[in-house]
């Protein structure tokens, strides 16, 4: 496969994609230790840009505060922007993460989200939201009014990134969320995320549902098992790469990096079976990388280059 390629951050460049949403503090808690990693799904991705070359800002909400000059260092390291007035709480939020024998983690979170309603002065090639900071008032209600403003005017991608202990009603949550669907080009989701949002539904069924409200493709990761793309064109199911499982903490992050990084790269121009392809080796080799390694420590574009120089199996065609 050919490599992708980005341009490297500079600070006097526009950027090239917004990222709305929380940033925290990660607590991992195991048997023998209690760390703290600087998270938050939309922080995570914003990060994996910044990691991929991308120039990219975050519009967060975190506070003058150690864990706030944490995540702020971790976002400089990785070369992503920190926008104007995201240092707006009293205090920063964190999530404790408890590490499972298989990888896996649940959390509790302790978190305010509100955000200032403000945008870069240009409006960027792509805007990426998702997870608290689409559900949680009264900052929830900012982000929706920022993608009203700018879903006409760039490419907007969205992983709601479900977390139950924090929404109020199923059926709330899922009209907050349909809400927003159709103010997006990119929708994706786990599939945990969508047996909670539709539990009658079969995968193909929801994916075929969230196009239907107004997206242009839908993205279903299914862990080891690949994900399903749906697109007016095409549903397919993609290959997941193979690895050796640490944690799965900021896999799912790292996966929507990469599918940002295809859209700024790649033709977007509709989502045929050879495009959907190409994203999901793509980003299913940047989730690999990232689960072989401990926390959310998404690959550098070196590395995703490297990795897609293996084969993997090929996609099918499911309709």
């Known amino acids: ?64 505060d150690a864990r706030g000059t944490l995540i702020e260092d971790n976002l400089r390291k990785a070369g992503v922007a920190l926008l104007p007035g995201s240092k707006s709480l009293t205090r920063t939020a964190s999530a404790t993460a408890t590490r499972g024998s298989d990888g896996s983690a649940t959390y509790d979170f302790d978190i305010h989200w509100d955000l200032p309603a403000a945008m870069p002065a240009q409006c960027p090639r792509i805007l990426h939201t998702g997870s608290i900071a689409t559900f949680l008032n009264p900052g929830a209600g900012t982000v929706k009014a920022l993608l009203e403003q700018a879903h006409k005017q760039c490419v907007i991608t969205y992983d709601p990134n479900i977390r139950p202990s924090l929404l109020g009603s199923q059926a709330e949550a899922k009209a907050i969320f349909e809400e927003l669907v159709a103010l997006t080009n990119v929708v994706k989701l786990s599939d945990e995320d969508a047996h909670w949002l539709y539990p009658g539904k079969t995968l193909e069924e929801t994916g075929e549902h969230i196009l239907r409200l107004g997206t242009g493709l839908t993205v279903i990761t299914k862990g080891a098992e690949g994900a399903l793309f749906t697109s007016p064109a095409a549903t397919i199911m993609s290959p997941a790469a193979k690895a050796t499982v640490v944690d799965t903490i900021g896999a799912g992050d790292s996966y929507m990096a990469a599918l940002i990084l295809c859209l700024l790269t790649r033709s977007t121009e509709g989502f045929p079976p050879a495009v959907m392809e190409a994203l999901g080796h793509t980003a299913a080799a940047a989730a690999a990388i990232t689960v072989q390694r401990a926390g959310a420590n998404p690959p550098t574009l070196d590395e995703l280059n490297s990795a897609l120089e293996t084969p993997t199996s090929s996609y099918h065609t499911i309709k």
């Open 1 to 64: 496969m050919e490599n992708l390629t980005t341009a490297g951050h500079d600070a006097q460049r526009p950027l090239d994609v917004v990222v709305i949403g929380e940033a925290l503090i990660d607590v991992v808690t195991t048997p023998n230790s209690q760390e703290e990693h600087p998270g938050g799904s939309p922080a995570n991705v914003a990060c994996g840009l910044g990691h991929l070359g991308v120039a990219t800002g975050l519009l967060t909400a975190i506070a003058p």
